[in-house]
């Protein structure tokens, strides 16, 4: 069965800090894996999307890294800003396959 | 060049009856999904149209319905609501079913009473 765990389902850290989410996942086979940012109250917003041969892809302080073999993923943000407190989402999508498979989310929250 | 957009926004409905969201994805975005939002079960598929035909559908009770139109705007059906759908309801749009990237609307929250 496809899962994508996330952890940890909260954080609280201090603004200017950085942390780093993690995201593992058994889809196979396996396509591309994206990670989202969620706004309370808003729909899911793009951050990145890596396919297999991608080892690491940033968007501004947001980094993603992706290691196929172990079937591990994290986002790691830099100098954390209060606007950053949000929902972060994993999705991983299978080959010839439409549907995604979705993390329950990490919940961050930036505190001044 | 616009986002997509669901209508409404909010929706509060009793239990039995039965409701009808809308989204409007991006210009040129041939395939629309629809999710359910819920703070236990995170977002779940609910199912995927691309030109006007039902590509993909998740694990969820004949209640749930949708249509897509010509113009590419969808429309999601739930009847006999139970106290169990409120929810958000998110719709997202791309280029192309598959591995494209997703771009969502706001949502329509729906509470059942």
């Known amino acids: 069965k496809n899962q994508v765990e996330q952890s940890p389902q909260s954080l609280i850290i201090l603004e200017g800090k950085n942390c780093t989410l993690q995201?593992?996942?058994?889809?196979?086979?396996?396509?591309?894996l994206r990670w989202y940012k969620q706004d309370t109250g808003r729909g899911p917003v793009s951050l990145t999307i890596?396919?297999?041969?991608?080892n690491t892809k940033s968007n501004g302080r947001y980094t993603a890294t992706l290691d196929a073999d172990t079937k591990q993923s994290s986002l790691h943000i830099t100098a954390s800003q209060l606007s950053d407190s949000a929902s972060y989402i994993c999705?991983?999508?299978?080959?010839?396959?439409?549907?995604?498979?979705f993390g329950k989310g990490t919940m961050l929250l930036v505190s001044p | 060049k616009a986002g997509v957009t669901q209508t409404p926004r909010y929706l509060i409905k009793t239990r039995g009856q039965q409701v009808t969201l809308s989204c409007s994805p991006i210009?040129?975005?041939?395939?629309v999904s629809w999710y359910q939002q819920t703070p236990g079960q995170g977002l779940q598929f609910l199912f995927e149209?691309?030109?006007?035909?039902?590509?993909n559908k998740g694990n969820f009770p004949g209640r749930f319905s949708g249509r897509q139109f010509s113009n590419s705007r969808s429309e999601m059906n739930v009847s006999t609501l139970e106290l169990g759908d409120s929810a958000l309801y998110l719709c997202?749009?791309?280029?192309?079913?598959?591995?494209?990237?997703?771009?969502f609307g706001a949502g329509t929250r729906l509470s059942v009473l």
């Open positions: 999705v991983v999508s299978a080959q010839g396959y439409s549907t995604l498979t």
């Open positions: 210009s040129g975005h041939r395939s």
């Open positions: 997202a749009s791309s280029l192309r079913d598959g591995g494209n990237i997703q771009y």
């Open positions: 890596m396919t297999f041969s991608e």
């Open positions: 995201c593992n996942y058994t889809v196979s086979p396996f396509s591309n």
């Open positions: 149209y691309f030109s006007e035909t039902q590509r």
